[in-house]
């Protein structure tokens, strides 16, 4: 998967809605006996505060099998545990699957390399839950290539992304 190391962001398409893609996840995560702590529907929240924003989700997941040794090892990283993956529609329709890096983890953190698979479910996760490989696009035959996920750079500023699409002023 490609990331960038110093932002940490690692951006996935997924061929689903976003909330087609949040019930992937979870039942990735309930098959694999890893507990959801938390679903934060930004874009809910938003609502109800009388303003819009494209559909956004963040899912907030672990295992403490997992996750406590980490912490162990470096009590900074609990500043990012429980893993979270967050879904959103960018301002074209498309969703995204997004997480912070493994590797950006690992870094941040000084976490050492034989705890690295307790945190690299979160790939593994996002790209399943995009879905991409393993369907054919309609009127073809064979699995479709993947876009690759893309690196979280300086040309595009968070605040285009989650900008909201209006809001009303009381």
């Not at 940490?8 to 909330?19: L, N």
């Not at 019930?23 to 959801?36: D, T």
């Not at 529907?41 to 505060?49: C, I, M, N, T, Y």
């Not at 945190?119 to 790209?127: K, P």
Request: no cysteine.
């Amino acid at each position: 998967m490609a990331s960038n190391v110093e932002v940490g962001i690692v951006d996935t398409p997924s061929r689903h809605s976003v909330d087609q893609t949040v019930e992937k996840i979870q039942a990735l995560l309930q098959a694999k006996g890893v507990a959801l702590f938390a679903l934060v529907d930004h874009s809910g929240e938003a609502a109800k505060v009388g303003m819009t924003m494209r559909p956004t989700k963040l899912l907030i997941f672990g295992n403490p099998k997992a996750g406590t040794p980490l912490m162990l090892a470096s009590p900074s990283s609990a500043i990012d545990l429980p893993l979270k993956i967050l879904v959103w529609e960018d301002p074209q329709g498309k969703v995204w699957v997004s997480y912070n890096s493994p590797q950006y983890l690992q870094k941040r953190h000084a976490l050492p390399q034989d705890l690295m698979q307790n945190i690299a479910v979160v790939e593994t996760l996002a790209a399943k839950a995009a879905e991409y490989g393993s369907f054919s696009k309609p009127g073809t035959t064979g699995a479709t290539n993947p876009p690759q996920p893309r690196r979280r750079g300086k040309t595009r500023p968070a605040s285009s992304r989650f900008a909201p699409q209006n809001a009303r002023s009381s």
